[in-house]
């Protein structure tokens, strides 16, 4: 089946925004989530020597941050060749 | 050779570095001028953003904050990393493509609208400067401290610096000394962190220490320990916030998303070759900064560990050396309250009113006089927070080669800091207010011409801040992150996620944004500063968090009045739909 080039990036669109909202979802929930409203409860917990809680809140929403924007710079990437949108072509 | 040469030496060799990087770099188009000439590596261009990213404030004043409220300090830990998550997956890549000059190019271009346009010009200059001129200020203290020289002269020799690079080299210049400063700064926190961490704990990386057994012969981890002592002296657990949940979500979601919305910040990314590259150099600028926020909650807790056991309880005879340097710069102060010679620290101001005023003389044990008034509690010893980076190295007895480092690396971090926001205030008065709306038929050469005169301008004012600083300066710095994320960041992410936003709403939403959120900081701050306590802020919200609401509530008008009023243009759907879409990157710049 042929799709016009519209119909194409709205594709494109749609899949960006499927993986961004995943990845905001995990954003949320390290940060907001675990260092901020369930810190209390996983203090209970311990890790490296740190109250679980305490560590999410300095240390552990920091480096899943990191990895976050390098997961969807690298699966944005195969998006981009999967549709036939990648910048590719400017990097020559 | 003494730690005053030392530290000479390092600030001068620094300097001399960034120069010769000024001269070798020299923008010679508008293109280098406001975006590097577009073609910066992503790496590169990360390790700039975390060089313009990471202030004087997050170098001497972080790791200081969180030394003294413990778990509360996370929001900015949280808040100053977590909006690079926001600017990688919402903004960044879409204004790569985007490929102008200027955050306001965005907006008025995306809005069709020139008042639109202006309305983000008032909300970036009002941000940037704010901004800069704390980072002017921080050079001052570094200086007076350090080079023994008096605040002023430092704050001129620190523009005249600046004034090089940023008015010569423009954002070409600014990226690769922003580079420089970058290794300096991070090698200059890095190394007394480690130091530290080895001395205390015998764990070389800082980011554990924290965690591990102190080696005391305790049994205890750093933070418990912290946490024990701290509870003896009167003083809430370290490991224990005393904010309420909301107010700690409201203020760390304003830092977050104000950070996505800083105009200084979002400019690097024009300087990408493309849209994946922007994509990945948001990663690389995030790593090099959590580098630095990483070990800033490490430093923080060994420092306020090692300052209560050197401190408390100490004749002040055998105070260490440092006690007394920092005494001079007005910073730490020790009223003798029981006159007994001894130092006692513990929970509560030490003085009223609580910053010291010395009188001029010096008391029975050499400490410098103060004129302020006794208050109750037992704490006999002002310290300013301030000094706990500066004076870490000190207080844990390091080589004095250690200590010129964290010099440079001050600076390094201020003035790296300053040239990018200078940048961003003269390229929107030469570009989006003269070029695009009082004199568009200016040549490129004339307009280079204005970015200078508008950099040169922008550099005497930020230091005529720093000198004589305005006393809401230090206040309102915090602020600049609310009210970005309550008027920019909206606009920008509904100029690019929905295509049915137009310009009554956007402008209207930026207005309610920065009006609402300007007001309630201002009604607290300045006007019934008494009312200033959780019973009386909306919903237990205190002014630092109140972007955030100001935030939904710009969201909640623009996307209202846009679907009351007509849709925008066909040709700004299709700008939409252009900047959705990664290919095109290069000729899109090539306007």
Same mark, same amino acid.
């Given at each position: 089946m042929k799709t016009t080039p519209s119909d194409n990036n709205k594709a494109y669109w749609r899949a960006n925004i499927s993986l961004l909202s995943k990845l905001l979802v995990v954003w949320f929930v390290v940060s907001f989530g675990c260092g901020i409203i369930l810190v209390d409860w996983l203090d209970q917990f311990s890790l490296f020597g740190f109250k679980l809680g305490f560590w999410f809140a300095q240390q552990g929403a920091i480096y899943v941050f990191v990895a976050l924007i390098f997961i969807y710079a690298w699966r944005m990437k195969i998006i981009d060749r999967q549709f036939g949108v990648s910048d590719d072509e400017d990097e020559a | 050779m003494s730690t005053q040469m030392l530290t000479y030496l390092f600030v001068g060799l620094s300097f001399a570095l960034y120069i010769g990087i000024a001269i070798w770099s020299r923008a010679s188009s508008t293109k280098d001028f406001y975006v590097a000439g577009g073609g910066v590596h992503p790496v590169v261009n990360g390790m700039a953003t975390a060089a313009d990213w990471m202030s004087a404030a997050s170098f001497i004043s972080m790791a200081g904050i969180i030394s003294f409220v413990g778990r509360d300090g996370s929001v900015y830990l949280l808040g100053w990393t977590g909006g690079y998550v926001l600017l990688a997956f919402l903004l960044a890549p879409y204004l790569r493509k985007f490929g102008r000059f200027t955050v306001p190019d965005f907006i008025g271009e995306r809005y069709y609208s020139r008042a639109a346009r202006i309305v983000a010009v008032v909300c970036l200059i009002f941000v940037s400067f704010t901004y800069v001129a704390g980072q002017m200020r921080g050079v001052g203290i570094v200086f007076s401290r350090f080079l023994e020289v008096d605040v002023s002269t430092g704050v001129i020799i620190g523009m005249a610096v600046v004034f090089m690079y940023a008015v010569l080299g423009g954002m070409k210049g600014i990226t690769y000394t922003q580079v420089a400063q970058y290794c300096v700064l991070i090698f200059a926190y890095m190394v007394p962190a480690i130091f530290i961490s080895i001395m205390m704990t015998d764990n070389p990386i800082p980011q554990l220490g924290f965690g591990s057994e102190v080696n005391d012969g305790s049994g205890l981890s750093v933070l418990e320990k912290l946490d024990s002592v701290l509870l003896d002296l009167g003083f809430s657990a370290y490991t224990e916030g005393s904010k309420s949940t909301i107010d700690v979500f409201a203020i760390t979601a304003a830092l977050m998303f104000g950070t996505a919305g800083l105009p200084h910040v979002l400019v690097r990314f024009f300087t990408v070759p493309n849209v994946s590259d922007a994509r990945l150099s948001a990663g690389y600028a995030l790593v090099f900064i959590a580098i630095l926020y990483t070990t800033a909650p490490a430093v923080a807790s060994f420092a306020r560990l090692n300052l209560v056991d050197t401190v408390h309880n100490t004749p002040y005879a055998e105070a260490p050396e440092w006690f007394g340097n920092w005494e001079d710069t007005g910073l730490i102060a020790w009223q003798d /309250?029981?006159?007994?010679?001894i130092m006692q620290y513990g929970s509560g101001a030490a003085l009223s009113p609580t910053k010291p005023s010395f009188e001029g003389n010096t008391g029975a044990h050499g400490e410098r006089l103060l004129n302020n008034q006794p208050t109750e509690s037992i704490n006999e010893v002002y310290i300013d927070r301030d000094i706990m980076v500066l004076a870490n190295p000190e207080i844990a007895g390091l080589p004095g080669w250690v200590i010129a480092l964290v010099a440079a690396g001050g600076v390094a971090a201020a003035l790296s800091t300053a040239a990018g926001l200078l940048l961003v205030i003269s390229s929107s008065i030469s570009h989006d207010l003269l070029k695009k709306t009082l004199l568009p038929k200016i040549t490129e050469k004339q307009e280079l011409l204005y970015a200078r005169i508008a950099a040169a301008a922008a550099v005497c004012i930020a230091g005529l801040f720093g000198i004589y600083p305005p006393a809401f300066v230090a206040q309102v710095v915090a602020f600049a992150f609310g009210l970005a994320a309550a008027s920019l960041f909206p606009a920008l992410l509904l100029g690019i996620?929905? /295509?049915?936003?137009n310009k009554e709403g956007a402008i209207s939403g930026m207005l309610v944004g920065l009006v609402f959120t300007f007001s309630y900081i201002a009604y607290f701050k300045f006007v019934a500063p008494e009312l200033n306590s959780a019973e009386h802020w909306l919903w237990g919200i205190s002014p630092e968090g109140i972007g955030t609401i100001g935030m939904i509530l710009n969201f909640v008008i623009a996307i209202t009045v846009s679907r009351l009023t007509a849709k925008p243009p066909q040709s700004v759907q299709e700008l939409v739909d252009n900047i959705r879409i990664p290919s095109g990157a290069k000729a899109a710049t090539n306007h």
């Amino acid at each position: 089946m042929k799709t016009t080039p519209s119909d194409n990036n709205k594709a494109y669109w749609r899949a960006n925004i499927s993986l961004l909202s995943k990845l905001l979802v995990v954003w949320f929930v390290v940060s907001f989530g675990c260092g901020i409203i369930l810190v209390d409860w996983l203090d209970q917990f311990s890790l490296f020597g740190f109250k679980l809680g305490f560590w999410f809140a300095q240390q552990g929403a920091i480096y899943v941050f990191v990895a976050l924007i390098f997961i969807y710079a690298w699966r944005m990437k195969i998006i981009d060749r999967q549709f036939g949108v990648s910048d590719d072509e400017d990097e020559a | 050779m003494s730690t005053q040469m030392l530290t000479y030496l390092f600030v001068g060799l620094s300097f001399a570095l960034y120069i010769g990087i000024a001269i070798w770099s020299r923008a010679s188009s508008t293109k280098d001028f406001y975006v590097a000439g577009g073609g910066v590596h992503p790496v590169v261009n990360g390790m700039a953003t975390a060089a313009d990213w990471m202030s004087a404030a997050s170098f001497i004043s972080m790791a200081g904050i969180i030394s003294f409220v413990g778990r509360d300090g996370s929001v900015y830990l949280l808040g100053w990393t977590g909006g690079y998550v926001l600017l990688a997956f919402l903004l960044a890549p879409y204004l790569r493509k985007f490929g102008r000059f200027t955050v306001p190019d965005f907006i008025g271009e995306r809005y069709y609208s020139r008042a639109a346009r202006i309305v983000a010009v008032v909300c970036l200059i009002f941000v940037s400067f704010t901004y800069v001129a704390g980072q002017m200020r921080g050079v001052g203290i570094v200086f007076s401290r350090f080079l023994e020289v008096d605040v002023s002269t430092g704050v001129i020799i620190g523009m005249a610096v600046v004034f090089m690079y940023a008015v010569l080299g423009g954002m070409k210049g600014i990226t690769y000394t922003q580079v420089a400063q970058y290794c300096v700064l991070i090698f200059a926190y890095m190394v007394p962190a480690i130091f530290i961490s080895i001395m205390m704990t015998d764990n070389p990386i800082p980011q554990l220490g924290f965690g591990s057994e102190v080696n005391d012969g305790s049994g205890l981890s750093v933070l418990e320990k912290l946490d024990s002592v701290l509870l003896d002296l009167g003083f809430s657990a370290y490991t224990e916030g005393s904010k309420s949940t909301i107010d700690v979500f409201a203020i760390t979601a304003a830092l977050m998303f104000g950070t996505a919305g800083l105009p200084h910040v979002l400019v690097r990314f024009f300087t990408v070759p493309n849209v994946s590259d922007a994509r990945l150099s948001a990663g690389y600028a995030l790593v090099f900064i959590a580098i630095l926020y990483t070990t800033a909650p490490a430093v923080a807790s060994f420092a306020r560990l090692n300052l209560v056991d050197t401190v408390h309880n100490t004749p002040y005879a055998e105070a260490p050396e440092w006690f007394g340097n920092w005494e001079d710069t007005g910073l730490i102060a020790w009223q003798d /309250k029981n006159n007994d010679g001894i130092m006692q620290y513990g929970s509560g101001a030490a003085l009223s009113p609580t910053k010291p005023s010395f009188e001029g003389n010096t008391g029975a044990h050499g400490e410098r006089l103060l004129n302020n008034q006794p208050t109750e509690s037992i704490n006999e010893v002002y310290i300013d927070r301030d000094i706990m980076v500066l004076a870490n190295p000190e207080i844990a007895g390091l080589p004095g080669w250690v200590i010129a480092l964290v010099a440079a690396g001050g600076v390094a971090a201020a003035l790296s800091t300053a040239a990018g926001l200078l940048l961003v205030i003269s390229s929107s008065i030469s570009h989006d207010l003269l070029k695009k709306t009082l004199l568009p038929k200016i040549t490129e050469k004339q307009e280079l011409l204005y970015a200078r005169i508008a950099a040169a301008a922008a550099v005497c004012i930020a230091g005529l801040f720093g000198i004589y600083p305005p006393a809401f300066v230090a206040q309102v710095v915090a602020f600049a992150f609310g009210l970005a994320a309550a008027s920019l960041f909206p606009a920008l992410l509904l100029g690019i996620f929905s /295509k049915r936003a137009n310009k009554e709403g956007a402008i209207s939403g930026m207005l309610v944004g920065l009006v609402f959120t300007f007001s309630y900081i201002a009604y607290f701050k300045f006007v019934a500063p008494e009312l200033n306590s959780a019973e009386h802020w909306l919903w237990g919200i205190s002014p630092e968090g109140i972007g955030t609401i100001g935030m939904i509530l710009n969201f909640v008008i623009a996307i209202t009045v846009s679907r009351l009023t007509a849709k925008p243009p066909q040709s700004v759907q299709e700008l939409v739909d252009n900047i959705r879409i990664p290919s095109g990157a290069k000729a899109a710049t090539n306007h």
